[in-house]
């Protein structure tokens, strides 16, 4: 046994795999024990935030110490925010459309490209070619100059209760900066929210553990039923094998994930649970697995330890159990891990159909990609919503398929290359 | 005046592993072979006869590299030539190979007729099929293999069937010299019987002029050769006829590869059974002395010290040991006295 | 020939009983899952009505339409013998049409999407496999990580991916539907160019998901057979290089033609899911709504013709396998 193990452990797509799927599992489990937030509440109003770290404002204004902080680039940093290249470049254009001399417009002199804009600018001015978008898209571009030269501060004003009138507190100047690592509100949103302004982070690594273990349970189900088929039709024969194999054959056909969908919705919203779906999907798709263990069980089941153990009058259930499953353990621990890994897909395409598990209790991976699907985030752009999801199903995956690899090499020395 | 038909000069060949050494299973091997005699090769398992048997062809395949020497087939040079012109003419056409484990040698999903269409149009692109068609049954018939077998898929016939199917197949052009590998190894002793015969019947008839005959079963050579090549790490040891061998083994090796038979043959039965001890060495480093000295029972430290080469001795005999032949003869007669 | 017959029947056999299953498992499942469908459908109905009366009449209405206080044996007579007519009852979700209005109107959507697809992509990926075990060197250390990693991302992974990069960033194709949402089908050039383009992603996303699953399996197969004892004596044989290459590779197909009929069940479903990301107006999309709607004689419907159009192209290549492989074929030996 310990031999074997560092035969597997010496096998490179074996490692791999296992080192993947291992930094996943682990982070699952420590992940909650640092961030102890509920997965599912609710931290946006608004939806999909992107990722970022999101800073507190009215602390910043407010009871932290100010610093001062002369940077030359501030200025120039603070225009570029608002005025890019583009826009630049859009300016110029508005610009001799309007019939303004081309050898006047210089884009890199900011105060001068400005001051040419303030004077000529005209939002009701209709240039040829141009759509409605893009005149909003310059009265949006005018707006957001205003001001963009100024260095003059910002007041923060005090309003009398009873009077209604605003009395200057203090300013903010343009040189004023905050330690963030004194602010008492930072929140770091690695991965931003999602539609309902959850913190996706969170949601994820929660959701992966739930899938995880919906995989987990449906791997389980699906071997056990398997393997159970499989030796006993491998190994009993006649009748009972022949129904064993018409019924496989049948199921074979009848693919596993319609019977899933039929199944799923005739149980209704309420009874879905994470768990309950998960026997559903190990209840349809044992098949591969029940096909492959009979195979097996028929090449072993003429050996000669087996006839041995006829011989000395051993129970079936015993002969099974010792002489047939240590020769078929191997093949089984490998369908358990491909059963695992089918069984996160298909709880995955499930949700994504609106078929998965309850939504008010946890997120499962295939719930994420159902929200950011209906909440049509792949359009919208806001990558963060669905994208880390599909990596982490495509990573479980393969590094299960790596280990299955790698333990198929290991079994099976013909396969070494 | 005999004609040579096989005719092969110090040739070596290797193997370039995947950490590129060079491994020398051939290692400068010379051979003649007569018009009509069988020769065969006998020796354990990894000494290099099956590489010999695909080193012959002329025909190099990685990881099997060749190194130097000359074959020459019926006058013609094979080893000068370049490998597409080998492939064309040489192959099947001069010298055909018959494989181990000739069960699995033909095509699946292939009909024996359409498979020996390939064959002969490799060769002669333009025979039509009819003619190709009584071409196959005849030289069919001629070995006694019923013609039905050319319509039939490999799958539909027995073990025995299929060995000599291939057999007929890798003669269909006439080859003058004809490799066979084990080609009984893996049959029922009826199947034996039938390849055997079928084997003579290729020499007799004049289907093919030269054999070459790869066996670790000794018994049977003695059915079906003339001589005997004895193949001990890469190297012949020991030649000479398929009596000389058998009955009066000069080279130690020889000695004791003939006195582990277990036959009940005339003849056979006095010879003592013996095993041989040890395992061939490493060839990716070759001792320097004689190959065999570290398992030879009369191994002296001068064995050890330079090669060995095959040294004639005169009438087709020739094997490779320092010790003079009648030192070893009287060895031997010391031996067997005592048993 | 007669070989064949008797495999041909002998699959038709097996065609007719998995049928038969499929309608037996597709009637009975729902039934015997905890809870009315029809209460369930009801009360999703009779949300806001306040009058019990009504609900209660509406209750005995869907009762006597889906027969569900007829016995078993009886209502699976009345299905089968519906089915068989084209009536699949009427759609909740989208009342009043009729279900076999509903699916007509999406199954050749995606049967036009889906079988060209995978075909598609089993002919790149097998020949890509194929390259890559004969070539070797620098082709195939490329492909064979690429091939992984594609036959382990879901197919709807890949439809995101797809959509994301071509449709939203790079703004090439649209990001949904069959054709423009202003048009109405008819038969112009234009509505078909729209068609076309529509149909591209859908179609490339599959294409991809198959490529990367075939050719792996088809480079390990055909690695086995190029070191197979027939190609060497081929080869000793002097037959050329590109004759024995013909062998290998139709000795490895066939395998790879059988892998495909047992998962042909999988990439269909997984070809809907990737549907749906593309508001492809085929099977995937009904389903989502139907079960958005809660509409049980919809989807009820929707899996039964999904499993009939699997069952079909399995046994469709079965039959193509029987024909390919002479073996088969051959006369029956004595």
Redesign the interface.
């Given at each position: 046994m310990k031999h074997l193990l560092r035969q597997i452990f010496r096998s490179g797509k074996f490692v791999v795999g296992f080192v993947i799927f291992m930094a996943i599992v682990l982070t699952t489990l420590i992940y909650p024990i640092f961030v102890t937030d509920p997965p599912l509440e609710i931290i946006s109003r608004g939806t999909f935030l992107p990722p970022g770290v999101y800073v507190n404002v009215y602390d910043s204004i407010g009871g932290v110490e100010h610093y001062n902080l002369v940077l030359d680039d501030a200025a120039s940093r603070r225009i570029a925010n608002q005025l890019s290249d583009d826009d630049r470049l859009a300016m110029q254009e508005w610009l001799i459309g309007n019939e303004v001399p081309e050898s006047e417009i210089d884009i890199t002199d900011t105060a001068a490209l400005l001051e040419l804009w303030t004077n000529n600018f005209d939002p009701t001015v209709r240039l040829p070619g141009m759509t409605n978008a893009d005149r909003n898209y310059y009265i949006r571009l005018n707006s957001r100059l205003d001001g963009l030269l100024d260095t003059e501060g910002v007041v923060i004003a005090e309003m009398n209760e009873e009077s209604g009138q605003l009395t200057e507190d203090y300013v903010i100047e343009q040189n004023i900066y905050v330690n963030v690592g004194e602010l008492p509100n930072i929140r770091w949103l690695p991965l931003g929210t999602d539609n309902f302004g959850r913190d996706v982070l969170n949601e994820l690594v929660t959701a992966t553990r739930v899938s995880l273990n919906i995989g987990l349970v449906a791997g389980v189900v699906a071997t056990i039923i398997g393997l159970a088929l499989g030796m006993i039709s491998g190994y009993i024969g006649g009748v009972v094998d022949d129904l064993i194999v018409f019924i496989t054959?049948?199921f074979?056909?009848?693919?596993?994930?319609?019977?899933l969908?039929?199944?799923s919705?005739?149980?209704?919203q309420e009874?879905r649970g994470a768990f309950t779906i998960a026997v559903v999907i190990g209840l349809t798709s044992w098949v591969w697995t029940a096909r492959a263990v009979r195979a097996q069980v028929i090449s072993l089941r003429n050996r000669d330890h087996v006839n041995l153990s006829k011989l000395s009058g051993h129970s079936t259930i015993h002969i099974l159990a010792t002489d047939i499953f240590p020769y078929i353990a191997s093949y089984v621990v490998m369908a358990l891990i491909l059963q695992i890994s089918s069984g996160i897909?298909a709880e995955?395409?499930l949700s994504?159909?609106?078929?998965g598990p309850r939504t008010t209790d946890v997120p499962t991976l295939g719930l994420m990609?159902n929200w950011s699907?209906i909440y049509q985030a792949?359009?919208s752009?806001y990558?963060w919503a669905?994208?880390p999801v599909?990596l982490v199903?495509?990573l479980i995956?393969?590094s299960m398929?790596?280990m299955n690899t790698g333990l198929d090499q290991v079994f099976n020395p013909a396969l070494r290359d | 005046m005999t004609n040579i038909v096989l005719d092969v000069d110090e040739l070596t060949t290797k193997y370039i592993t995947r950490f590129r050494e060079d491994i020398y299973a051939v290692d400068h091997v010379s051979l003649q072979v007569e018009e009509g005699r069988a020769v065969g090769i006998a020796g354990e398992s990894g000494c290099g006869k099956s590489t010999l048997a695909l080193s012959l062809?002329g025909?190099y395949?990685p990881p099997l590299h060749y190194s130097s020497g000359e074959i020459v087939i019926d006058g013609q040079n094979i080893t000068e030539m370049h490998p597409e012109h080998v492939?064309?003419t040489?192959?099947?056409?001069e010298i055909?190979?018959i494989?181990q484990?000739?069960m699995?040698?033909?095509?699946?999903?292939?009909?024996v007729i359409n498979?020996i269409e390939?064959?002969i149009h490799?060769?002669h692109p333009r025979m039509p099929k009819k003619e190709i068609y009584e071409l196959a049954v005849e030289r069919f018939q001629l070995l006694g293999l019923p013609p039905e077998v050319l319509?039939?898929?490999s799958?539909?016939l027995s073990g025995g069937m299929k060995q000599r199917t291939?057999i007929a197949?890798?003669v269909i052009l006439s080859p003058k010299v004809l490799i066979a590998d084990e080609p009984s190894s893996a049959l029922d002793v009826t199947s034996q019987k039938m390849v055997i015969k079928m084997l003579k019947d290729l020499m007799d008839k004049g289907i093919v002029k030269a054999m070459i005959f790869i066996t670790h079963e000794l018994p049977l050579l003695y059915h079906v050769v003339d001589d005997i090549m004895v193949m001990y790490a890469g190297q012949i040891v020991e030649k000479g006829t398929v009596d000389e061998v058998i009955f009066d083994p000069i080279h130690p090796y020889s000695r004791a590869l003939m006195g582990s038979i277990i036959v009940p043959e005339e003849g056979l039965r006095d010879v003592k059974l013996t095993a041989v001890p040890g395992t061939p060495p490493n060839l990716k480093n070759p001792p320097s002395g004689c190959r065999f000295a570290a398992r030879c029972k009369y191994a002296m430290p001068a064995c050890r010290a330079t090669s060995v080469e095959l040294e004639d001795i005169g009438g087709g005999r020739s094997y490779r040991c320092i010790i003079p032949e009648d030192e070893l003869r009287k060895a031997y007669e010391r031996e067997d006295k005592e048993r | 020939m007669k070989k064949y017959r008797n495999y041909f029947v002998n699959k038709l056999g097996?065609f007719l009983?998995?049928l038969v299953?499929?309608f037996v498992?597709?009637f009975i499942?729902?039934?015997?899952?905890?809870?009315d469908?029809v209460a369930?459908i009801v009360a999703r109905l009779a949300q806001g009505q306040s009058n019990a009366t009504g609900v209660q009449a509406v209750y005995e209405q869907y009762t006597e339409l889906f027969g569900t206080n007829k016995p078993m044996w009886e209502q699976f007579i009345i299905y089968v013998r519906n089915v068989f007519r084209g009536d699949f009852g009427y759609s909740i979700s989208q009342y009043p049409r009729t279900v076999a209005d509903v699916i007509s109107s999406s199954l050749w959507w995606t049967v036009a999407l889906q079988f060209p697809a995978i075909i598609v992509g089993w002919i790149l990926g097998n020949t890509l496999g194929a390259l890559a075990a004969y070539l070797k060197g620098n082709f195939d250390r490329i492909l064979l990580p690429i091939s992984?990693?594609l036959?382990?991302?879901?197919a709807?992974?890949m439809a995101?991916?797809l959509?994301?990069i071509f449709?939203?960033?790079m703004d090439i194709f649209p990001?949904?539907g069959g054709y423009g949402h202003d048009m109405i089908p008819n038969p112009s050039l234009e509505f078909v160019w729209s068609v076309i383009v529509h149909y591209q992603l859908p179609f490339w996303s599959i294409v991809i998901i198959t490529i990367g699953g075939q050719a792996i399996g088809m480079r390990s197969m055909a690695i086995y057979e190029l070191n197979?004892?027939?190609v060497?004596?081929?080869?000793?044989?002097?037959?050329?290089d590109r004759?024995i290459i013909g062998?290998v590779f139709?000795?490895a197909m066939?395998p790879q033609i059988t892998g495909l009929a047992?998962s042909i069940?999988?990439m269909?479903?997984?070809a809907l899911?990737a549907e749906?990301?593309f508001s492809y107006p085929g099977l995937g999309t009904t389903?989502?709504s139907a079960?958005?709607g809660g509409d049980?004689p919809l989807?009820?419907a929707t899996?039964l013709i999904?499993?009939i159009m699997?069952?079909v192209a399995?046994f469709a290549l079965e039959i193509f396998y029987g024909l390919i492989?002479?073996?088969i074929r051959?006369?029956q030996?004595d």
């Amino acid at each position: 046994m310990k031999h074997l193990l560092r035969q597997i452990f010496r096998s490179g797509k074996f490692v791999v795999g296992f080192v993947i799927f291992m930094a996943i599992v682990l982070t699952t489990l420590i992940y909650p024990i640092f961030v102890t937030d509920p997965p599912l509440e609710i931290i946006s109003r608004g939806t999909f935030l992107p990722p970022g770290v999101y800073v507190n404002v009215y602390d910043s204004i407010g009871g932290v110490e100010h610093y001062n902080l002369v940077l030359d680039d501030a200025a120039s940093r603070r225009i570029a925010n608002q005025l890019s290249d583009d826009d630049r470049l859009a300016m110029q254009e508005w610009l001799i459309g309007n019939e303004v001399p081309e050898s006047e417009i210089d884009i890199t002199d900011t105060a001068a490209l400005l001051e040419l804009w303030t004077n000529n600018f005209d939002p009701t001015v209709r240039l040829p070619g141009m759509t409605n978008a893009d005149r909003n898209y310059y009265i949006r571009l005018n707006s957001r100059l205003d001001g963009l030269l100024d260095t003059e501060g910002v007041v923060i004003a005090e309003m009398n209760e009873e009077s209604g009138q605003l009395t200057e507190d203090y300013v903010i100047e343009q040189n004023i900066y905050v330690n963030v690592g004194e602010l008492p509100n930072i929140r770091w949103l690695p991965l931003g929210t999602d539609n309902f302004g959850r913190d996706v982070l969170n949601e994820l690594v929660t959701a992966t553990r739930v899938s995880l273990n919906i995989g987990l349970v449906a791997g389980v189900v699906a071997t056990i039923i398997g393997l159970a088929l499989g030796m006993i039709s491998g190994y009993i024969g006649g009748v009972v094998d022949d129904l064993i194999v018409f019924i496989t054959n049948l199921f074979t056909v009848i693919p596993g994930f319609v019977l899933l969908i039929l199944i799923s919705f005739s149980i209704g919203q309420e009874q879905r649970g994470a768990f309950t779906i998960a026997v559903v999907i190990g209840l349809t798709s044992w098949v591969w697995t029940a096909r492959a263990v009979r195979a097996q069980v028929i090449s072993l089941r003429n050996r000669d330890h087996v006839n041995l153990s006829k011989l000395s009058g051993h129970s079936t259930i015993h002969i099974l159990a010792t002489d047939i499953f240590p020769y078929i353990a191997s093949y089984v621990v490998m369908a358990l891990i491909l059963q695992i890994s089918s069984g996160i897909l298909a709880e995955a395409g499930l949700s994504i159909l609106g078929l998965g598990p309850r939504t008010t209790d946890v997120p499962t991976l295939g719930l994420m990609m159902n929200w950011s699907m209906i909440y049509q985030a792949h359009i919208s752009g806001y990558w963060w919503a669905y994208f880390p999801v599909i990596l982490v199903i495509a990573l479980i995956s393969f590094s299960m398929n790596l280990m299955n690899t790698g333990l198929d090499q290991v079994f099976n020395p013909a396969l070494r290359d | 005046m005999t004609n040579i038909v096989l005719d092969v000069d110090e040739l070596t060949t290797k193997y370039i592993t995947r950490f590129r050494e060079d491994i020398y299973a051939v290692d400068h091997v010379s051979l003649q072979v007569e018009e009509g005699r069988a020769v065969g090769i006998a020796g354990e398992s990894g000494c290099g006869k099956s590489t010999l048997a695909l080193s012959l062809m002329g025909y190099y395949f990685p990881p099997l590299h060749y190194s130097s020497g000359e074959i020459v087939i019926d006058g013609q040079n094979i080893t000068e030539m370049h490998p597409e012109h080998v492939r064309k003419t040489i192959l099947g056409n001069e010298i055909a190979y018959i494989p181990q484990a000739a069960m699995n040698a033909l095509n699946p999903t292939m009909k024996v007729i359409n498979f020996i269409e390939d064959v002969i149009h490799a060769h002669h692109p333009r025979m039509p099929k009819k003619e190709i068609y009584e071409l196959a049954v005849e030289r069919f018939q001629l070995l006694g293999l019923p013609p039905e077998v050319l319509q039939k898929y490999s799958v539909e016939l027995s073990g025995g069937m299929k060995q000599r199917t291939v057999i007929a197949t890798s003669v269909i052009l006439s080859p003058k010299v004809l490799i066979a590998d084990e080609p009984s190894s893996a049959l029922d002793v009826t199947s034996q019987k039938m390849v055997i015969k079928m084997l003579k019947d290729l020499m007799d008839k004049g289907i093919v002029k030269a054999m070459i005959f790869i066996t670790h079963e000794l018994p049977l050579l003695y059915h079906v050769v003339d001589d005997i090549m004895v193949m001990y790490a890469g190297q012949i040891v020991e030649k000479g006829t398929v009596d000389e061998v058998i009955f009066d083994p000069i080279h130690p090796y020889s000695r004791a590869l003939m006195g582990s038979i277990i036959v009940p043959e005339e003849g056979l039965r006095d010879v003592k059974l013996t095993a041989v001890p040890g395992t061939p060495p490493n060839l990716k480093n070759p001792p320097s002395g004689c190959r065999f000295a570290a398992r030879c029972k009369y191994a002296m430290p001068a064995c050890r010290a330079t090669s060995v080469e095959l040294e004639d001795i005169g009438g087709g005999r020739s094997y490779r040991c320092i010790i003079p032949e009648d030192e070893l003869r009287k060895a031997y007669e010391r031996e067997d006295k005592e048993r | 020939m007669k070989k064949y017959r008797n495999y041909f029947v002998n699959k038709l056999g097996w065609f007719l009983v998995t049928l038969v299953a499929a309608f037996v498992l597709n009637f009975i499942l729902p039934r015997l899952m905890p809870g009315d469908p029809v209460a369930a459908i009801v009360a999703r109905l009779a949300q806001g009505q306040s009058n019990a009366t009504g609900v209660q009449a509406v209750y005995e209405q869907y009762t006597e339409l889906f027969g569900t206080n007829k016995p078993m044996w009886e209502q699976f007579i009345i299905y089968v013998r519906n089915v068989f007519r084209g009536d699949f009852g009427y759609s909740i979700s989208q009342y009043p049409r009729t279900v076999a209005d509903v699916i007509s109107s999406s199954l050749w959507w995606t049967v036009a999407l889906q079988f060209p697809a995978i075909i598609v992509g089993w002919i790149l990926g097998n020949t890509l496999g194929a390259l890559a075990a004969y070539l070797k060197g620098n082709f195939d250390r490329i492909l064979l990580p690429i091939s992984i990693f594609l036959s382990n991302v879901p197919a709807f992974g890949m439809a995101v991916v797809l959509l994301v990069i071509f449709a939203v960033n790079m703004d090439i194709f649209p990001t949904s539907g069959g054709y423009g949402h202003d048009m109405i089908p008819n038969p112009s050039l234009e509505f078909v160019w729209s068609v076309i383009v529509h149909y591209q992603l859908p179609f490339w996303s599959i294409v991809i998901i198959t490529i990367g699953g075939q050719a792996i399996g088809m480079r390990s197969m055909a690695i086995y057979e190029l070191n197979a004892d027939y190609v060497k004596y081929a080869r000793f044989l002097g037959i050329k290089d590109r004759k024995i290459i013909g062998y290998v590779f139709r000795n490895a197909m066939l395998p790879q033609i059988t892998g495909l009929a047992l998962s042909i069940g999988t990439m269909i479903s997984g070809a809907l899911v990737a549907e749906i990301i593309f508001s492809y107006p085929g099977l995937g999309t009904t389903i989502l709504s139907a079960v958005l709607g809660g509409d049980y004689p919809l989807i009820s419907a929707t899996t039964l013709i999904i499993t009939i159009m699997v069952l079909v192209a399995f046994f469709a290549l079965e039959i193509f396998y029987g024909l390919i492989d002479p073996r088969i074929r051959a006369a029956q030996s004595d």
